[in-house]
């Protein structure tokens, strides 16, 4: 069932699949499709619920609108409450895992576990002040539209190699205008909200009480920047982080066995706290 819910500031557009205990799927900037294929693997014995984040794709941004992790959360718990299905196991990845942590602050009572996979919480590293300089570099200069002079930094911060041809192939040329316009969001309204934004760790471990709180990291993933902040936040909450498949996005990469992973996951996630 394809949807669009009416949201402070938005219009969000969902996606719900199957039946059974509520899974929810969510990235930033990646929209439902990204997490299409895993979805429908999880869809046998789970409702599933997908959605383009505010401001991305079908998702739409009131004018002079914002897209902060405090309102993607709110937007989460009202999707959950919508669908009626909850209380939610939430799959965050990359800035959806900004998202999904920021519902455990703000919402815990519409969520009984969250997986943050790969949030890239950079004011958590020590040389965070160094990291979030490069990072308002490269914002600045694809807004001024060096795109992929901008990418090229994007991936070496991330400490992701690509060939110098790869990228000229991937962000050069002639581009999809709908994923040119997720990028332009994502760098000029996604970026800095996600990467600046800092868990409130005092609260995540009260709630923790009643929400497990899971970080996950991809097994190909080590060195990366987001293996980096994984493994401060999995240090500040007093947990060992869950190795997944695949990399970043081994969620879309690697849908197959990154489900069963998942499933697993779920399984552990069943038994009584």
């Given at each position: 069932?394809?949807?669009?819910?009416?949201?402070?500031?938005a219009e969000?557009?969902?996606?719900?699949r199957?039946?059974?205990?509520?899974?929810?799927l969510?990235?930033?900037p990646?929209d439902?499709?990204?997490?299409?294929?895993?979805?429908?693997?999880?869809a046998a014995d789970h409702?599933?619920?997908t959605?383009?984040?505010r401001?991305?794709?079908?998702?739409k941004?009131?004018?002079?609108g914002?897209?902060?992790?405090?309102?993607?959360?709110?937007?989460?718990?009202?999707?959950?409450r919508?669908?009626?299905?909850g209380p939610?196991?939430v799959?965050?990845?990359?800035?959806g895992?900004?998202s999904?942590?920021?519902l455990a602050?703000?919402?815990p009572?519409v969520?009984r576990?969250?997986?943050a996979h790969?949030p890239p919480?950079d004011r958590?590293l020590?040389?965070?002040?160094e990291?979030l300089?490069?990072?308002?570099?490269l914002?600045?200069d694809?807004?001024a539209g060096?795109v992929?002079?901008a990418?090229?930094q994007?991936f070496a911060?991330a400490n992701i190699?690509?060939?110098d041809?790869?990228?000229e192939?991937?962000?050069?040329g002639?581009?999809?205008p709908?994923q040119?316009?997720t990028e332009?969001?994502w760098f000029g309204?996604?970026?800095?909200?996600?990467?600046?934004?800092?868990p409130?760790?005092?609260?995540?471990?009260e709630?923790s009480?009643?929400v497990?709180?899971?970080?996950g990291?991809?097994?190909?993933?080590?060195?990366?920047?987001?293996?980096r902040?994984s493994?401060a936040l999995?240090a500040g909450?007093?947990?060992?982080?869950t190795?997944f498949?695949g990399?970043?996005?081994?969620f879309?990469?690697?849908?197959d066995?990154?489900?069963e992973?998942?499933r697993?996951?779920l399984k552990v996630?069943d038994q009584?706290?």
């Amino acid at each position: 069932m394809n949807n669009t819910l009416k949201v402070p500031g938005a219009e969000l557009y969902y996606e719900v699949r199957g039946s059974g205990p509520l899974l929810v799927l969510v990235g930033a900037p990646m929209d439902a499709d990204a997490f299409a294929p895993l979805a429908e693997l999880l869809a046998a014995d789970h409702t599933v619920l997908t959605l383009d984040p505010r401001g991305v794709k079908r998702s739409k941004l009131d004018p002079g609108g914002t897209s902060r992790p405090e309102q993607r959360a709110d937007d989460l718990a009202r999707l959950i409450r919508h669908v009626d299905a909850g209380p939610a196991v939430v799959l965050g990845s990359s800035g959806g895992a900004v998202s999904a942590l920021a519902l455990a602050q703000h919402h815990p009572d519409v969520v009984r576990a969250v997986i943050a996979h790969e949030p890239p919480l950079d004011r958590l590293l020590p040389d965070a002040e160094e990291v979030l300089a490069k990072s308002e570099k490269l914002m600045a200069d694809y807004l001024a539209g060096d795109v992929t002079g901008a990418w090229k930094q994007f991936f070496a911060l991330a400490n992701i190699e690509l060939p110098d041809e790869m990228l000229e192939m991937m962000f050069g040329g002639e581009r999809d205008p709908e994923q040119v316009a997720t990028e332009q969001f994502w760098f000029g309204h996604e970026m800095r909200e996600s990467i600046t934004w800092l868990p409130d760790f005092g609260t995540l471990r009260e709630v923790s009480r009643e929400v497990t709180v899971v970080v996950g990291i991809g097994e190909e993933s080590t060195g990366q920047l987001c293996d980096r902040t994984s493994t401060a936040l999995a240090a500040g909450l007093g947990v060992e982080p869950t190795r997944f498949p695949g990399d970043h996005t081994g969620f879309a990469d690697h849908p197959d066995v990154f489900a069963e992973a998942l499933r697993t996951e779920l399984k552990v996630l069943d038994q009584p706290m």
